[in-house]
């Protein structure tokens, strides 16, 4: 009897060491993306000030539409001197916002709902925008601006 309950207490024992390095030994899968509840609130953002000079084109009205992960439209092209707003109306079920660099960027928004920026173009060249929520960029969320 004893050696029943010996061998019984090496087959358990080994069991458990397979089943340790098996679990050790399994690849680790890319942590799933989690969306905040609603009840989070992003952080305020400051937008950069329009200055009181007035500019010297027109005001450019441009309505972006953000999705899982893409910009409608992702090339954009306004001239130097045009004041532009940008309504970004995120179309998608998680938050996203529209962020360009050298003149800032919305508020980031949940799925439904719309924040507008207003800049002057006063620099030309073809600048980058894109989504600033964690991963959303190399996901496709991008696009151009150009400024001539």
Known sequence: ?????????VF????VFVSACYHVAQPQSEPEEVTPTPEVT???????EVTEEAPTGEVV???????EFSFDPSQITVNEGDTVRVTFRNTGTIIHNWGLPEFGRTSTIGGGQTDTIEFV???TGTFNFWCSVSGHRGRGME???TIQ
């Open 1 to 9: 009897m004893q050696n029943k309950y010996i061998l019984l207490m």
């Open 121 to 123: 173009a006063d620099q």
């Open 143 to 145: 696009g151009q601006i």
């Open 12 to 15: 358990f024992a080994v069991v």
């Open 42 to 48: 992003p952080p305020e953002v400051t937008k950069p």
């Open 61 to 67: 009205e441009i309505t972006v539409e953000g999705s």
